[in-house]
Nanobody, 120 residues
Framework: VQLVESGGGLVQAGGSLRLSCAASGFTFDDYALGWFRQYPGEEREEIASISSHDGSTYYADSVKGRFTISSDNAKNMVYLQMNNMKAEDTAVYYC??????????????WGEGTLVTVSS
């Protein structure tokens, strides 16, 4: 059972970045998948999630209108397209999964994270 993130890096404010998450070892269609981020010393912030069975989505107010989550059930992949990025988006981003519908309140699985840095 594994979630592996990729796509993090350095981007200028106003720019875009796309994160990818490869899922393996579980039945993708039974899960909601999403992304949370965490700042040093703070609780995780659920930012976007998608229910695999019906495609319903959730976005935190802080990213609504700027970030888009999508999934490819055939490839067991979930993506986070981040546009118009801000300095406050700088964080470690984690892919997550739970046997529930979006939003994910209690993730059962998560990856090791990928660092996103937005320079102002």
């Amino acid at each position: 059972v594994q979630l592996v993130e990729s796509g993090g890096g350095l981007v200028q404010a106003g720019g875009s970045l796309r994160l990818s998450c490869a899922a393996s070892g579980f039945t993708f269609d039974d899960y909601a998948l999403g992304w949370f981020r965490q700042y040093p010393g703070e609780e995780r912030e659920e930012i976007a999630s998608i229910s695999s069975h019906d495609g319903s989505t959730y976005y935190a107010d802080s990213v609504k209108g700027r970030f888009t989550i999508s999934s490819d059930n055939a490839k067991n992949m979930v993506y986070l397209q981040m546009n118009n990025m801000k300095a406050e988006d700088t964080a470690v981003y984690y892919c997550e999964a739970a046997r529930a519908s979006a939003p994910i309140v209690d993730p059962e699985l998560w990856g090791e994270g990928t660092l996103v840095t937005v320079s102002s």
